[in-house]
């Protein structure tokens, strides 16, 4: 165990189990998931691999173009399958010294209260236990392939998470 959460989370070789959209050397993209519990449905966490502690200011280039063509391949898979109007993307890394940001879905319907940062309180949000996500994950994986063509080669975990 290290100091950082993320760091433990990339170490853990269970961590992707069924909750993984994409993983390459620089990011892992996965739906977030609480386990024993409802979770909600299109809340996506972009994490850069590598450990960071000054946040967005310390990204590379590289890092940073793949992070932001990440964020519209998520957030189009998003509305094409939840069939979302909207998404909402942030990244503070205060709290968690480590570079992650996340794409949220808005689905219609939202009351004022709820919107931007208090989007996933929204206590008539749609919902899913961990084989709903996996189902959702699915969905949206094979989502972010269609639209990327299927000439780009996928990263070796995902090709490997995605035989089922």
């Known amino acids: 165990m290290t100091a950082c959460t993320f760091c433990d989370l990339l170490t853990d070789p269970e961590r992707g189990s069924g909750r993984v959209l994409y993983e390459d050397d620089l990011l892992w993209v996965a739906h977030e998931l609480e386990e024993g519990g409802a979770s909600y449905r299109g809340a996506v966490m972009l994490l850069l691999k590598r450990h960071t502690e000054s946040g967005l200011a310390e990204i590379t280039d590289e890092e940073g173009a793949r ?98």
Not at 102 to 113: L, S, T
Not at 128 to 148: I, Y
């Open 67 to 164: 992070m932001g063509r990440l964020v519209a391949q998520v957030s189009r898979a998003l509305r094409a399958v939840l069939g979302v109007p909207w998404t909402y993307t942030y990244c503070f890394t205060e709290g968690f010294r480590h570079v992650h940001q996340f794409v949220i879905a808005r689905y219609p319907g939202v009351p004022a209260r709820y919107v931007r940062l208090g989007i996933q309180r929204w206590p008539k949000a749609p919902r899913g236990n961990r084989p709903e996500v996996e189902r959702l994950v699915r969905a949206l994986r094979n989502s972010m392939r269609a639209a990327t063509g299927s000439g780009r080669r996928k990263p070796r975990s995902v090709r490997a998470a995605n035989d089922d």
